[in-house]
């Protein structure tokens, strides 16, 4: 067994806990409704080939609801048009989890607000990361992204929302 005098082991263990590959990165959307009401949290924690979002919502209509990442950390106008397209690499944009084509990086999974109007979720992204790991396209880039809420439930087919419908929510990703 190798003995490390205890400066050298809190210095190691430092390092450790700095290194970007071993640290764990997260990152919060404070969301809020078109009203400009708080409408609950979602965090997003990096993992090895995707990211895990925590969703925890309040003040949505009962029922489903489309979810996806949009281009600008932008939340500003209160249709949320402000956020802009969903997050993507291509110059054409192909929507839906369930189209063959897809190659939307902005697309997840719907949510399903009970009848006090809240929902909790976990999911999980294979197709962005918080800082472009893996080559996936990075949330926390210059402009930011955000997460955008949508009225209806997504299709995950239709061009170019999925029949998604009104943005009702969204949050900044910081």
Not at 53 to 80: N, Q, R, S, V, Y
Not at 103 to 130: C, R
Request: include cysteine; charge should be negative; proline fraction near 5%.
């Amino acid at each position: 067994m190798i003995r490390l005098p205890a400066a050298a082991a809190l210095g190691l263990a430092a390092a450790v806990a700095a290194s970007p590959a071993l640290a764990q990165t997260t990152a919060t959307a404070a969301v809020k409704a078109g009203d400009g009401k708080d409408a609950g949290v979602v965090t997003i924690t990096e993992a090895p080939h995707g990211v895990l979002l925590k969703i925890e919502l309040k003040g949505l209509t009962p029922g489903w609801h489309a979810a996806h990442f949009h281009e600008k950390g932008d939340c500003g106008t209160p249709d949320f048009k402000s956020a802009g397209a969903h997050v993507h690499t291509a110059a054409t944009t192909v929507h839906g989890l369930l189209n063959p084509d897809a190659n939307d990086s902005g697309d997840l999974p719907n949510i399903f607000a009970g009848a006090d109007g809240s929902a909790t979720a976990e999911v999980y992204s294979t197709l962005v990361s918080l800082k472009g790991a893996g080559g996936r396209p990075a949330l926390l880039d210059a402009d930011g992204s955000s997460i955008v809420v949508h009225a209806n439930a997504d299709d995950h087919k239709t061009q170019p929302i999925g029949g998604a419908g009104a943005r009702v929510a969204c949050g900044v990703i910081k």
